[in-house]
């Protein structure tokens, strides 16, 4: 039985956590991203929370992810697709209708997550991403165009349709749990957050291709991407 996510409670930002881990700055990174979003969230690059530069030093710069033209034309079905629903999602979270949420203590954060709703605070959200739902995810990276919310939309959705089954045995990367609108979303913020500059994305995408799941099958797509994916370490600077 497919369910709805609407109001459920996921954990959403461990995943990109461990998916940096093993990666070095770029010398010519230099929190680039991080001084595009200081606006939003903090008055100087000091106040800058050690999770916000987490999730946001080892993106790349948009310019430099390879486009894909089949990836691009669906996220133009899917955003064409989703509109009705995207728009219903955003004013829901928009006006406070999101569960009551504890942290690892039970104290209750929701007021903590509305204030950065409703501010754009991206330092404080990069602070309570893991109790936040993959809608206020969304909401987070739609609204103030910042890319990790999509990554953690993403993988929110993605445990959300294991937990429904924790117990059967399936690729970690199987959606099918979720009901199609919640599949579509997944989708394109998993898209989202590979073109705004998380290239580990198209690890998951060739996966997608490959196997023909969401994506029309394509093998040569999949080889693509899986080739983007594996020359992405001499953009990392070495040990």
């Known amino acids: 039985m497919k369910k709805s996510l609407i109001f459920i409670l996921i954990p959403s930002c461990m995943l990109l956590i461990v998916s940096c881990s093993k990666y070095k700055k770029t010398k010519k990174d230099n929190n680039n991203y991080i001084h595009k979003i200081i606006p939003y969230n903090s008055q100087s690059e000091d106040s800058i929370s050690y999770e916000l530069w987490y999730a946001t030093a080892f993106l790349l710069p948009e310019s430099e992810i390879p486009q894909v033209p089949q990836i691009n034309e669906m996220e133009q079905i899917l955003s064409e697709k989703l509109q009705s629903f995207k728009d219903s999602l955003l004013y829901s979270v928009k006006n406070g209708k999101i569960p009551l949420i504890q942290d690892n203590k039970g104290r209750n954060i929701s007021p903590l997550i509305k204030d950065y709703i409703k501010s754009g605070d991206v330092n404080s959200y ?5 109790y936040s739902p993959p809608t206020v995810s969304f909401y987070m990276a739609e609204i103030y165009n910042f890319t990790p919310a999509y990554t953690n939309t993403f993988y929110g959705l993605l445990k959300y349709s294991k937990r429904i ?5 399936f690729n970690e990367y199987l ?5 199609k609108e919640d599949q579509d979303l997944a989708i394109y913020s998993l898209i989202k957050s590979y073109k705004k500059g998380n290239i580990d994305e198209a690890k998951i995408l060739a996966y997608y291709f490959r196997e023909g799941l969401y994506f029309n099958k394509d093998i040569d797509v ?5 080739s983007i994916y594996e020359n992405k370490l001499p953009l990392i600077e070495s040990e």
């Not at 089954?165 to 045995?169: G, S, W």
């Open 126 to 130: 990069c602070k309570l991403s893991a």
């Open 165 to 169: 089954n924790p117990d059967e045995n």
């Open 175 to 179: 959606l099918k749990f979720l009901r």
């Open 222 to 226: 999949a080889n693509v991407l899986d």
